[in-house]
C-alpha cells in the first residue's frame, strides 16, 4: 500500500468521552430510529457488536491504551492522535504510556469561564498539541470577543484546533444549529492566519461551504476521517473520489490529512477507512510524494513530529533553507 519506509499517521481517533448533543433528552421514537440506522450501518461495514461483550479474558486486564498500540502494529499504523478522553487529564495519563505512538489535543468547552487558563495547562503541563471543538456544540459564535484569549494563544504557539462542523451524532443528531456551518469560523480564521484550522468529515454535508472558506483562508485543512456516509445524503452525486479530487483541485495535497475516526473497541482500527481513501488516491493517479504527505506527513508537519526517514523534502522547504 506503501513504501516500505512508511508509516501511516491517523490525525483522529477518541477515546471514551461524553458527548452531550444539547439537554439530550431525545424522544424514544427519536432514539430507537437512531438505534436502527446504526445497526443498519454496523452490518453495512460488518463491524462487530459493541452491544454484546467481548469474550477476551486478555483483553479484560490489558490497559486500553495497550489495546490501542497493539492495533496500530496489527495495521502498520505509525501513530495516533486523539482527540477526546473523559477530560484532559485523562487523555495525558493514557499518552503517557506510549509517548511515540500517541499524541492528544485539549477537549475542553471553549466559552466556559477559564477554558484559556485550561487550554495553556493541557498545552504547556500536559503536553497536549492542539484543540478539539464542535462547531454544533458551541454556544457563541467563534468570532465572540469573549473568546479572543484562546485565540491568541492558539496563535502564539502555531497550534492546530480540529472543529466537527456539519451533522453530528448518530441519526436522530444535530441537523440545524448557528455555527453547524465550516463557515462559522470564517472570521476568525481570517483574523488568525497563524492557527491551522482542521475541519474532519471533508465537512460532513458542507462540503461546499467547506471548499469556499479553504478558497478564502490558506490555513484551513481538511480532514479526510470516518465513513463519510453523509455524502449519500446530498441532492446531488458525491463520492469519495469526487471530494478528494475536488479538495486536490483547491487546495493541493499539503492541506489534505488522513483520518479514521477510531472510536473504540470492539471494532478497534476501522482499517477499512484507510484502504478506501488509499484506493480512491491511488485510481486518481496522486503520486507517492502526495500520498504520504495526505496520509501521515502533514499531520505530523502540524504536530511538530519527526517525518519517517526517507521522506520526500518539500520544494518549498528546500527553498527555505536555501
Not at 424522544?27 to 440506522?37: F, I, P
Not at 477537549?107 to 462547531?135: M, P, Q, S, T, W
Request: charged share 25%; net charge negative; aromatic share 12%.
Amino acid at each position: 500500500m506503501f513504501r516500505s519506509q512508511f508509516k501511516v499517521f491517523d490525525v483522529h481517533g477518541h477515546l471514551p468521552y461524553r458527548l452531550v448533543l444539547g439537554n439530550n433528552k431525545r424522544h424514544e421514537s427519536v432514539a430507537r430510529y437512531g438505534a436502527e440506522r446504526s445497526e443498519r450501518m454496523r452490518l453495512t461495514w460488518d463491524f462487530p457488536d459493541a452491544t454484546i461483550a467481548e469474550n477476551d479474558s486478555e483483553n479484560e486486564n490489558t490497559p486500553l491504551i495497550d489495546r490501542w498500540a497493539k492495533e496500530l502494529d496489527k495495521y502498520g499504523i505509525g501513530g495516533l492522535n486523539f482527540l477526546t478522553a473523559l477530560d484532559n487529564d485523562n487523555l495525558a495519563d493514557h499518552l503517557a504510556s506510549h509517548p511515540d505512538r500517541f499524541t492528544g489535543f485539549a477537549h475542553h468547552a471553549i466559552e466556559d469561564a477559564g477554558a484559556e487558563e485550561e487550554l495553556r495547562r493541557a498545552v504547556n503541563e500536559l503536553g497536549l498539541k492542539g484543540y478539539k471543538l464542535f462547531g454544533p456544540l458551541t454556544s457563541i459564535p467563534f468570532d465572540d470577543p469573549s473568546l479572543t484569549p484562546v485565540w491568541t494563544f492558539l496563535a502564539e504557539k502555531k497550534l492546530p484546533v480540529l472543529i466537527h462542523f456539519g451533522l453530528l451524532g448518530h441519526a436522530g443528531g444535530i441537523a440545524h444549529h448557528p455555527n453547524i456551518s465550516p463557515l462559522a469560523i470564517f472570521n476568525t480564521a481570517r483574523e488568525f492566519p497563524d492557527i491551522p484550522f482542521i475541519i474532519p468529515h471533508f465537512g460532513a454535508g458542507y462540503f461546499q461551504e467547506l471548499l469556499h472558506l479553504c478558497w478564502s483562508c490558506p490555513n484551513v485543512y481538511v480532514d479526510t476521517s470516518g465513513s463519510n456516509q453523509w455524502m449519500r445524503w446530498m441532492p446531488y452525486e458525491l463520492t469519495l473520489e469526487f471530494a478528494l479530487r475536488k479538495t486536490y483541485e483547491l487546495i493541493g495535497p499539503e492541506r489534505i490529512i488522513f483520518g479514521t475516526d477510531a472510536s473504540g473497541f470492539p471494532r478497534g482500527y476501522p482499517y477499512r477507512y484507510l484502504q478506501d481513501q488509499v484506493r480512491a488516491c491511488r485510481e486518481l493517479r496522486f503520486g507517492e510524494e502526495d500520498i504520504e504527505n495526505i496520509f501521515g506527513n502533514n499531520a505530523r508537519r502540524l504536530l511538530g513530529l519527526e517525518l519517517p526517514p526517507n521522506t520526500i523534502t518539500k520544494k518549498s522547504d528546500i527553498a527555505s533553507q536555501a
